[in-house]
């Protein structure tokens, strides 16, 4: 069968070019994948306005909530703020209703059609977190049914434990309860042909979960991804390497880009950068862009420890404006303590940025040896004096900085969608060449 004639139902929940995180995860692995098969999305009807801007004639499934679904939304949404702050894995629990009604409508619409063998394969892209269930997979006797990628669950580290609880980790029990009592999440996982794993603690978890599961049935496909537009041309960073070798007295820039929260430890950063050595602090300028429930603790922190002249808030920053910034500076320090997926790690690598890094989560998978640092999560204390002693480095010595420039951009490339959807639609034809020995060896 040829690949472009395959017919795949694909079901992405949140699927929106718009949005930012999850949602346009799931956008981009859409847009990616329907260009190499023949392929129907499922998707939630707020996505709606942004899809048919950019796919109008594509044939896509908008489901609605009900009048009920709708309700139950609205009270979620009150339920997990507090003080203004989203308290997530309460907005998980209190939103997993959202998607039953979508997950159920889903089934009920497209089950006859997969049950004949009207698609050559099912793959569920969203929701990501490896909690929920699919009920499509009832109705795959005979289809090939895909999951993931699949990421989530990443603890706080030891050392960490209080930013844990200001992140209201102790209800994460809710994610136990919730693989434990929600109709058809292990059946989802135990039936599924082929798991993409987008992280290596996720793939670890879905194992220990299901210990049936064999390595042919599960890979590791990390959930991030860049666009193209991101990837700097190596003919610039050749130029920006010599412009670099003939100016001594530039300064070179650091750049944080992420959400203040207690969690991505811009603290440890500002704390990191005034224990540098005179001569290594006057070299250097820090831009922070973003904003959050931190930002004023921050700027505090600058005050209290006389580092105006060297740090500087750009405060909430468009996605495609963070370009400029990436293309502005020399190296990358984000030292989130616990993180998914990192999607900035991977900018930053794209416009050759050394990177420094917290070795806990996603972030730690795609930083390497040639492409930057990465700190064990001891203790704060720890990865402070780590940071210092790492920017001095990238700092002082000029040929470091640049060979893991140019190795950070090779190693981006690894990573942006188009590489991505490329290898998922090679798993398709491994999944269904799989699947159809199978079939011969049942003698069906």
């Known amino acids: ?65 009900s009048t009920i679904i709708s309700k139950i939304e609205k009270i979620a949404l009150r339920l997990s ?7 997530w894995p309460l907005r998980n629990a209190f939103t997993y209703p959202i998607y039953w009604g979508f997950n159920r409508t889903t089934y009920s619409l497209f089950e006859e059609a997969v049950g004949r063998g009207d698609f050559d394969l099912v793959h569920t892209i969203t929701p990501m977190m490896p909690r929920y269930p699919v009920k499509m997979v009832k109705a795959c006797t005979k289809t090939p049914f895909i999951l993931g990628p699949v990421n989530g669950g990443v603890p706080f580290p030891d050392g ?17 309860v919730g693989r434990s009592i929600i109709p058809g999440y292990r059946e989802t996982y135990k039936k599924a042909d082929y798991i993409l794993a987008g992280s290596s603690y996720t793939l670890g978890l879905i194992k220990q979960l299901f210990p049936k599961t064999r390595d042919e049935q599960i890979e590791l496909f990390y959930e991030n991804g860049i666009t193209t537009s991101f990837v700097r041309a190596d003919e610039d960073v050749d130029q920006k390497i010599k412009l670099a070798k003939d100016s001594t007295n530039k300064k070179i820039k650091l750049l944080y880009v992420g959400r203040l929260v207690p969690y991505k430890g811009a603290n440890m950063l500002l704390d990191a950068i005034d224990r540098l050595d005179a001569s290594v602090k006057n070299k250097v300028d820090l831009t922070i862009v973003g904003n959050g429930s931190e930002e004023k603790s921050l700027k505090d922190q600058v005050k209290r420890l006389q580092l105006d002249e060297n740090v500087h808030f750009t405060g909430y920053v468009e996605q495609y404006q963070t370009l400029e910034f990436y293309q502005k500076s020399d190296i990358f320090c984000f030292p989130s303590v616990r993180e998914f997926g990192g999607a900035v790690v991977l900018e930053a690598m794209a416009n050759a940025l050394p990177c420094v890094v917290v070795d ?5 998978e795609y930083v390497t040896e040639k492409t930057g640092f990465k700190i064990s999560p001891i203790s704060k204390e720890f990865v402070v004096e780590q ?10 010595d000029h040929e470091m900085r640049h060979d893991m420039s140019y190795e950070a951009l090779q190693r981006a490339k690894e990573f942006t969608w188009d590489v991505k959807t490329r290898k998922i639609v090679d798993t398709y034809s491994e999944v269904l060449e799989m699947k159809s020995k199978k079939a011969v060896l049942q003698g069906v």
């Open 160 to 176: 960490f434990k209080d930013l844990g609880r200001r992140e209201y980790s102790y209800l994460n029990f809710l994610r136990w």
């Open 360 to 364: 806990n989560g996603g972030i730690g």
């Open 81 to 87: 703020l507090f003080k203004g702050q989203i308290i």
């Open 387 to 396: 940071l210092a002693i790492h920017i001095a480095q990238l700092v002082e």
């Open 1 to 65: 069968m040829s690949i472009n004639t395959l017919k795949v139902l694909l079901i992405i929940e949140q699927c929106n070019p718009a949005w930012n995180s999850v949602p346009l995860e799931g956008y981009y692995l859409y847009a990616g994948i329907s260009r190499f098969v023949d392929a129907t999305l499922v998707t939630h009807e707020r996505n709606r306005e942004e899809l048919e801007k950019v796919h109008p004639d594509a044939e896509i499934i908008y489901l609605k909530d």
